[in-house]
T-cell receptor, first 111, second 115 residues
Framework: DGGITQSPKYLFRKEGQNVTLSCEQN?????MYWYRQDPGQGLRLIYY???????QKGDIAEGYSVSREKKESFPLTVTSAQKNPTAFYLC??????????FGPGTRLTVL | AQSVTQLDSQVPVFEEAPVELRCNYS??????LFWYVQYPNQGLQLLLK??????LVKGINGFEAEFNKSQTSFHLRKPSVHISDTAEYFC?????????????FGRGTSLIVHP
């Protein structure tokens, strides 16, 4: 079954702690994306990658970091520099027509 | 830069009534257009898309949308809604002329179906 998986489903972060959200795809897509979703604000792009070993900042990259060492994997680290990280995080990959395929999301809460 | 406007943040409707969710985008010669649906606490899933060809596009769950180039719109319609259609709906546009492969999303429309 092809698709995108994200883990964990729920994540809790203490002050000053870095946390990493996992995103894996088996759709053989080159492009992958991370979005943040807050109530009433739609989707905001954090980072995207169009090929292995390359990634670009999106609209709200401050306080976040990513890596793209493998085509299948695009993990997102929420660093302690991100002052308001409580949100729903969505990972997606895209095919050659820009159609995006989303994972089930990770809900991050700051304690 | 491309912008996408979903004119209604919330649309309440009774079950079995028709519904239209509106989406307008800034002008461009060549675009791909998408509608996605998001159920509570889940990721988005594709409802339908327009890449080329017929301007009337049919999608899953009985939804359809019409691409209107002159009005730069891509409104989503369903002739008879069901309670299970209650969800958030997002319109997205890929501007092929800009050289970017990042779709621009609207802010979403919450469809609330009442019994």
């Amino acid at each position: 079954d092809g698709g995108i998986t994200q883990s964990p489903k729920y994540l809790f972060r203490k002050e000053g702690q870095n946390v990493t959200l996992s995103c894996e795809q088996n759709l053989n897509h080159d492009a992958m994306y991370w979005y943040r979703q807050d109530p009433g604000q739609g989707l905001r792009l954090i980072y995207y990658s169009q090929i292995v070993n390359d990634f670009q900042k999106g609209d709200i990259a401050e306080g976040y970091s990513v890596s793209r060492e493998k085509k299948e994997s695009f993990p997102l680290t929420v660093t302690s520099a991100q002052k308001n990280p409580t949100a729903f995080y969505l990972c997606a990959s895209a095919d050659g027509t820009d159609t995006q395929y989303f994972g089930p999301g990770t809900r991050l809460t700051v304690l | 830069a491309q912008s996408v406007t979903q004119l209604d943040s919330q649309v309440p409707v009774f079950e079995e009534a028709p519904v239209e969710l509106r989406c307008n985008y800034s002008s461009s010669v060549s675009v791909y257009l998408f509608w996605y649906v998001q159920y509570p606490n889940q990721g988005l899933q594709l409802l339908l898309k327009y890449l080329s060809g017929s301007t009337l596009v049919k999608g899953i769950n009985g939804f359809e949308a019409e691409f209107n180039k002159s009005q730069t719109s891509f409104h989503l319609r369903k002739p008879s809604v069901h309670i299970s259609d209650t969800a958030e709906y997002f319109c997205a546009v890929s501007d092929l002329s800009g050289g970017s492969y990042i779709p621009t999303f609207g802010r979403g429309t919450s469809l609330i179906v009442h019994p």
